[in-house]
């Protein structure tokens, strides 16, 4: 079922991306428009495509996946954008793109596993410390909605949201296991320290009123018809909902590094409400990209990876996340009126973005650390803090919540190498 599954997800994945109805790269999908309106041919696009992309899929998607052990969806998706737009238009290129991106999604899963076994084969198997780049995420996550207060609202209130929410997280280390009706019930306290930071985010946010001397734009009348066209795919894209909540649900994929941890540590509950609050983030971004080009996100907010989090059935997380996507679909235009009556929680979704970001960057950078030293002390600090400050000055450097795990897979390599050549000696 996985990879029937997958190569369902990468088969359509392409298609969409192919005529145009959805790509994954945020970047991207204000471009697809200048080809659908001849604005530019299809080898600009192709090569723009490759360019934005190829780079996050090798430097970012495919080292956090490994490190996991699960496909992180960009290692998926911002491939199949790419194999989409190189295809030819019409049928023709459909069966194409359906044909590659199927085979794609096949090699993703069948590489990420021939690659964990080989790790394993090895004479210094590292896969075990290579899992601690992913210890720090676990804790970080809970901080960003205090990092979203202080961006918005002031440092002063974010340090008090962050404080609280580091109440919150210790009261339920010390008083968060019970029993009701002689069932053990423990609460999670990072998930919990996250519930309180996303209330306290949302107060504050909705709080914020409207700039009245400010000129009123109403993208979904502007573009009316961008609208109408996505409305028009609504079934296909529902379809695509549904096939990544189900390789969700499977333990396939995740949304993001943060979530895609929390799974791999079985903490299901955790990557669905980190997911939800990524999905809250992603509303203005997604909604006002499609409604202004009229191409979708063929992940749509991202609320369909909450479903397959929290629901074990594949088919069943097949019929919930076609549902979400349906209705993130449907509702579309009334979704762009309603931010505009809460300008704070428009705000919110950039900061949010921006916030998990720059605590993914650190978590990643210190994740990775940790793994490097556990494998070889001192090496492999010295491994990861060079390739950090040495990819800065580099004319194409990797995105920076790459350096982690690329670095610690970098050291895993190396000491193998050391070991060969008698320059490394196993430890006792």
């Given at each position: 079922?996985?990879?029937?599954?997958?190569?369902?997800?990468?088969?359509?994945?392409?298609?969409?991306?192919?005529?145009?109805?959805?790509?994954?790269?945020?970047g991207?999908?204000?471009?697809?428009?200048?080809?659908?309106?001849?604005?530019?041919?299809?080898?600009?696009?192709?090569?723009?495509?490759?360019?934005?992309?190829?780079?996050?899929?090798?430097?970012?998607?495919?080292?956090?996946?490994?490190?996991?052990?699960?496909?992180?969806?960009?290692?998926?998706l911002?491939?199949?954008?790419?194999?989409?737009?190189?295809?030819?238009?019409?049928?023709?290129?459909?069966?194409?793109s359906?044909?590659?991106?199927?085979?794609?999604?096949?090699?993703?899963?069948?590489?990420?596993?021939?690659?964990?076994?080989?790790?394993?084969?090895?004479?210094?198997?590292?896969?075990?410390?290579?899992?601690?780049?992913?210890?720090?995420?676990?804790?970080?996550?809970?901080?960003?909605?205090?990092?979203?207060?202080?961006?918005?609202?002031?440092?002063?209130?974010?340090?008090?949201?962050?404080?609280?929410?580091?109440?919150?997280?210790?009261?339920?280390?010390?008083?968060?296991?019970?029993?009701?009706?002689g069932?053990?019930?423990?609460?999670?306290?990072?998930?919990?320290a996250?519930?309180?930071?996303?209330?306290?985010?949302?107060?504050?946010?909705?709080?914020?009123?409207?700039?009245?001397?400010?000129?009123?734009?109403?993208?979904?009348?502007?573009?009316?018809?961008?609208?109408?066209?996505?409305?028009?795919?609504?079934?296909?894209?529902?379809?695509?909902?549904?096939?990544?909540?189900?390789?969700?649900?499977?333990?396939?994929?995740?949304?993001?590094?943060?979530?895609?941890?929390?799974?791999?540590?079985?903490?299901?509950?955790?990557?669905?409400?980190?997911?939800?609050?990524?999905?809250?983030?992603?509303?203005?971004?997604?909604?006002?990209t499609a409604?202004?080009?009229?191409?979708?996100?063929?992940?749509?907010?991202?609320?369909?990876?909450?479903?397959?989090?929290?629901?074990?059935?594949?088919?069943?997380?097949?019929?919930?996340?076609a549902?979400?996507?349906?209705?993130?679909?449907?509702?579309?235009?009334?979704?762009?009126?309603?931010?505009?009556?809460?300008?704070g929680?428009?705000?919110?979704?950039?900061?949010?973005r921006?916030?998990?970001?720059?605590?993914?960057?650190?978590?990643?950078?210190?994740?990775?650390?940790?793994?490097?030293?556990?494998?070889?002390?001192?090496?492999?600090?010295?491994?990861?803090?060079?390739?950090?400050?040495?990819?800065?000055?580099?004319?194409?450097?990797?995105?920076?919540?790459?350096?982690?795990?690329?670095?610690a897979?970098?050291?895993?390599?190396?000491?193998?190498?050391?070991?060969?050549?008698?320059?490394?000696?196993?430890?006792?």
């Amino acid at each position: 079922m996985q990879y029937v599954v997958i190569a369902l997800l990468g088969a359509l994945a392409a298609i969409l991306s192919n005529t145009g109805v959805a790509v994954f790269n945020d970047g991207f999908r204000a471009i697809v428009p200048e080809y659908l309106e001849g604005r530019m041919d299809k080898k600009a696009l192709a090569a723009t495509s490759f360019a934005i992309s190829f780079g996050l899929v090798i430097g970012f998607g495919i080292p956090v996946s490994i490190a996991a052990s699960i496909i992180l969806i960009h290692s998926i998706l911002l491939g199949t954008d790419i194999i989409g737009s190189f295809c030819p238009s019409g049928k023709k290129g459909m069966v194409i793109s359906g044909v590659a991106g199927a085979a794609y999604g096949i090699g993703i899963v069948y590489g990420l596993q021939f690659v964990v076994d080989l790790f394993a084969k090895l004479p210094v198997n590292f896969l075990e410390p290579l899992k601690q780049v992913g210890t720090p995420i676990t804790v970080a996550f809970a901080v960003f909605p205090a990092l979203v207060v202080a961006y918005q609202f002031g440092t002063k209130k974010g340090f008090l949201t962050g404080l609280v929410a580091l109440l919150v997280r210790q009261i339920t280390v010390i008083y968060g296991t019970f029993s009701i009706n002689g069932m053990n019930i423990k609460l999670d306290a990072e998930g919990m320290a996250l519930l309180a930071g996303m209330i306290i985010m949302i107060i504050f946010a909705v709080q914020e009123k409207p700039d009245p001397n400010a000129p009123k734009v109403d993208l979904a009348a502007i573009f009316a018809e961008r609208v109408k066209k996505i409305k028009k795919n609504l079934p296909i894209l529902a379809l695509m909902g549904g096939l990544i909540s189900a390789a969700t649900s499977l333990s396939l994929v995740a949304g993001d590094p943060i979530s895609l941890n929390l799974l791999a540590e079985g903490k299901n509950t955790e990557a669905a409400m980190t997911a939800l609050a990524r999905g809250i983030g992603f509303i203005p971004l997604v909604a006002t990209t499609a409604i202004s080009t009229g191409v979708y996100a063929p992940a749509g907010m991202t609320f369909v990876f909450v479903a397959g989090f929290l629901i074990g059935n594949p088919i069943l997380a097949f019929v919930a996340g076609a549902a979400i996507m349906a209705l993130e679909v449907y509702f579309l235009d009334g979704l762009a009126k309603l931010m505009d009556k809460f300008p704070g929680v428009r705000k919110c979704g950039d900061n949010i973005r921006t916030a998990m970001s720059k605590v993914l960057e650190v978590a990643l950078l210190i994740g990775g650390m940790m793994a490097a030293q556990a494998m070889a002390p001192g090496l492999g600090l010295f491994a990861v803090i060079g390739l950090y400050v040495l990819n800065k000055t580099s004319k194409k450097p990797i995105v920076d919540m790459a350096v982690g795990p690329v670095g610690a897979i970098g050291v895993g390599i190396l000491i193998n190498i050391l070991y060969l050549v008698g320059l490394y000696v196993l430890p006792v």
